[in-house]
Antibody
Framework: EVQLLESGGGLVQPGGSLRLSCVAS????????MNWVRQAPGKGLDWVST?????YYADSVKGRFTFSRDNSKNTLYLQMNSLRAEDTAVYYC???????????????WGQGTMVSVSS | QSALTQPASVSGSPGQSITISCTGT?????????VSWYQQHPGKAPKLLIY???SRPSGVSDRFSGSKSDNTASLTISGLQAEDEAEYYC??????????FGTGTKVTVL
């Protein structure tokens, strides 16, 4: 069974930093495009970033967030710097349906980790 | 890039069929066959229902089907059931490996 488990969320002040982790089991993350999607409280889904052969970011986080992976640990990371109140959200990591797929569908999701940016 | 446009709410009686629309532009929905649909119950992670406009992942009921015409994609739920009451989101490839989600549609089973 494929599982994704996020961690690292919490409360941080505006301008601060946080690093999220997503540990994968049942798959080899290097074989798939992997993604971060967030959802602000009471709001809709918002694509954040994708890592495959390259790394891609939403304009709203470009230059502030860095998506990386450690294949030896089968773990993804989202380094978030210069955090703003509008970054407050549940952050999900999600997997693409099959190897090489870059169409933006996400078939397996983690349970999410909450990030709150407030003074 | 703006979110794709969905109706805020759609409702139907058990057994009926409903359709949710997802309107974008020629740069996203209309420009590719990479439209997907998700179901999200309160407090839960989204579940993939449809990808590549019409494909269903293994295990997803065939009561869910997708289609697309020009810049508008649609999700149809046939034989509506109480458990279908949830929020539904579309998503589309946009440009240069970026993606957009829809505004979300609340489905109510009357």
């Amino acid at each position: 069974e494929v599982q994704l488990l996020e961690s690292g969320g919490g409360l941080v002040q505006p301008g601060g930093s946080l690093r999220l982790s997503c540990v994968a089991s049942g798959i080899t993350i290097s074989s798939y495009a992997m993604n971060w999607v967030r959802q602000a409280p009471g709001k809709g889904l918002d694509w954040v970033s994708t890592i495959s052969t390259g790394t891609y970011y939403a304009d709203s986080v470009k230059g502030r967030f860095t998506f990386s992976r450690d294949n030896s640990k089968n773990t993804l990371y989202l380094q978030m710097n210069s955090l703003r109140a509008e970054d407050t959200a549940v952050y999900y990591c999600a997997k693409s349906p099959y190897s090489g797929y870059l169409g933006g569908a996400f078939d397996i999701w983690g349970q999410g980790t909450m990030v709150s940016v407030s003074s | 890039q703006s979110a794709l446009t969905q109706p805020a709410s759609v409702s139907g009686s058990p057994g009926q069929s409903i359709t949710i629309s997802c309107t974008g532009t020629s740069s996203d929905v209309g420009g590719h066959n990479y439209v997907s649909w998700y179901q999200q119950h309160p407090g839960k992670a989204p579940k993939l229902l449809i990808y590549d406009v019409t494909s269903r992942p293994s295990g997803v009921s065939d009561r869910f089907s997708g289609s697309k015409s020009d810049n508008t994609a649609s999700l149809t739920i046939s034989g509506l059931q109480a458990e279908d009451e949830a929020e539904y989101y579309c998503s589309s490839y946009a440009t240069r490996s970026t993606y957009l989600f829809g505004t979300g549609t609340k489905v109510t089973v009357l």
